[in-house]
């Protein structure tokens, strides 16, 4: 049997936390072995807010070590930055000249964010036609994200149809959005009813970063907003977020049942015992990332080595379908 095709991206927006974790990253470095697998730091997509330029190089690299130190390995994944494969920017202008303005201005994200900004730029609204390029470039059947990212991955279906449809059945792959059952959505641990965000991350209290000190952790988990009762168990209802935010960053920390987590916050005295037990899971999940990660990030020849090898491996896939999208679309191929 044929493995299945993964392709997946993350900005390098700023510090990665634990939502980008257990919503994306981890799930990642599990189907590591199973699956042939594209993992990309979207330089470019980085820029369609503005981004201070040596601050963008510097979270690039650093988000390749994390990745790496998450438990990427280069020899069961191609792990590269975008702007180093020079076919997604063109795939993007040759897509977005097949889709139409509507599909794009009915994206949640670009609401949400053009929301924010004083003034909207182009690329923000261009984002989905980028993302979709990345992915149908390799042929990618599946993308593991988190839900934020779902309607963007529905979006890149329509285009690959879309361009199929104009030029050759079954020329892209219609991939699939593959969502985590736990994790897909981690909320801000000041503000339940939000997602924990990079753009955020510099709040105090709003996210656990991956890099942060275990003094750190701990005062983030212990100020997290919950609500004024003491039981502790999964729960739907509005006013419990805060405590089912928690609860599901424990279970999928653990990788143990709803009601073994339930279980082992039976004879907890309060919401203080669940906040320390989860604090303590995580410190012990991120010391051996960080170990890893300051290590990589003192070897900056052996980082450019392997991001060298991956950029190499993505054009080898990447170029040729690009060329035959443009022979399709009718330009012309220099000699
Ligand atoms: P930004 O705030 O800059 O938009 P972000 O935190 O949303 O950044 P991205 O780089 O956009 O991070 O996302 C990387 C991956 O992490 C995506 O698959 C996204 O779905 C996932 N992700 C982001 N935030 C969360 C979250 N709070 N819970 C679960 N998954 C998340
Ligand atoms: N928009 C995504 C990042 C991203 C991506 C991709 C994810 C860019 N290209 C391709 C999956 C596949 C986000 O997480 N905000």
């Given at each position: 049997?044929?493995?299945?095709?993964?392709?997946?991206?993350?900005?390098?927006?700023?510090?990665?936390?634990?939502?980008?974790?257990?919503?994306?990253?981890?799930?990642?470095v599990a189907?590591?072995?199973?699956?042939?697998?594209?993992?990309?730091?979207?330089?470019?997509?980085?820029?369609?807010?503005p981004?201070?330029?040596?601050?963008l190089?510097?979270?690039t690299r650093?988000?390749?070590?994390?990745?790496?130190?998450?438990?990427?390995d280069?020899?069961?994944c191609?792990?590269?930055?975008?702007?180093?494969?020079?076919?997604?920017?063109?795939?993007?202008?040759?897509?977005?000249?097949?889709?139409p303005?509507?599909?794009?201005q009915?994206?949640?994200?670009f609401?949400?964010?053009?929301?924010?900004?004083?003034?909207v730029?182009?690329?923000?609204?261009?984002?989905?036609?980028l993302?979709?390029?990345?992915?149908i470039?390799?042929?990618?059947?599946?993308?593991?994200?988190g839900d934020?990212?779902?309607?963007?991955?529905?979006l890149?279906r329509?285009?690959?149809?879309?361009?199929?449809?104009?030029?050759?059945?079954?020329?892209?792959?219609i991939?699939?959005?593959?969502?985590?059952?736990?994790?897909?959505?981690?909320m801000?641990l000041?503000?339940?009813t939000?997602k924990?965000?990079?753009?955020?991350?510099?709040?105090?209290?709003?996210?656990?970063?991956?890099?942060?000190?275990?003094?750190?952790?701990?005062r983030?988990?212990?100020?997290a907003?919950t609500?004024?009762g003491?039981?502790?168990?999964f729960?739907d209802?509005?006013?419990?977020?805060?405590v089912?935010?928690?609860?599901g960053?424990?279970?999928?920390?653990?990788g143990?049942s709803?009601?073994?987590?339930?279980?082992?916050?039976?004879?907890?005295?309060?919401y203080?015992?669940?906040?320390?037990?989860?604090?303590e899971?995580?410190?012990?999940?991120?010391?051996?990332?960080?170990?890893r990660?300051h290590?990589?990030?003192?070897?900056?020849?052996?980082?450019?080595?392997?991001?060298?090898?991956?950029?190499?491996?993505?054009?080898?896939?990447?170029?040729?379908?690009?060329?035959?999208?443009?022979?399709?679309?009718g330009?012309?191929?220099?000699?």
């Amino acid at each position: 049997m044929t493995k299945p095709i993964v392709f997946s991206g993350i900005q390098p927006t700023g510090n990665i936390h634990l939502g980008n974790y257990l919503g994306a990253v981890k799930n990642w470095v599990a189907g590591q072995a199973q699956k042939i697998n594209y993992f990309c730091v979207v330089d470019l997509h980085g820029l369609t807010v503005p981004q201070d330029p040596n601050d963008l190089r510097f979270q690039t690299r650093s988000l390749a070590a994390m990745l790496l130190a998450c438990g990427l390995d280069p020899n069961q994944c191609t792990l590269f930055i975008q702007s180093h494969v020079t076919a997604h920017a063109e795939a993007s202008w040759l897509l977005n000249c097949i889709t139409p303005l509507g599909w794009l201005q009915r994206m949640t994200q670009f609401k949400d964010k053009s929301a924010k900004q004083e003034s909207v730029l182009t690329g923000l609204l261009d984002y989905p036609v980028l993302m979709a390029g990345d992915i149908i470039l390799y042929d990618a059947n599946e993308v593991p994200v988190g839900d934020d990212q779902k309607q963007h991955v529905e979006l890149a279906r329509d285009i690959a149809q879309r361009f199929n449809s104009l030029y050759e059945e079954e020329f892209f792959i219609i991939p699939e959005p593959v969502i985590p059952e736990i994790g897909a959505r981690v909320m801000g641990l000041d503000d339940p009813t939000a997602k924990m965000s990079k753009s955020s991350a510099h709040i105090r209290g709003h996210a656990i970063r991956l890099l942060d000190e275990p003094k750190e952790i701990e005062r983030s988990f212990k100020r997290a907003v919950t609500d004024s009762g003491n039981e502790i168990q999964f729960s739907d209802a509005p006013e419990k977020a805060g405590v089912n935010n928690l609860l599901g960053i424990y279970k999928a920390l653990t990788g143990k049942s709803k009601a073994e987590c339930e279980a082992d916050f039976a004879q907890a005295r309060g919401y203080g015992d669940l906040k320390k037990r989860v604090a303590e899971v995580t410190i012990e999940t991120l010391a051996p990332i960080q170990n890893r990660y300051h290590r990589l990030m003192d070897d900056p020849t052996e980082l450019d080595r392997l991001l060298a090898q991956g950029a190499e491996q993505a054009r080898a896939i990447a170029t040729p379908k690009l060329d035959r999208m443009k022979e399709m679309m009718g330009l012309v191929l220099p000699n």
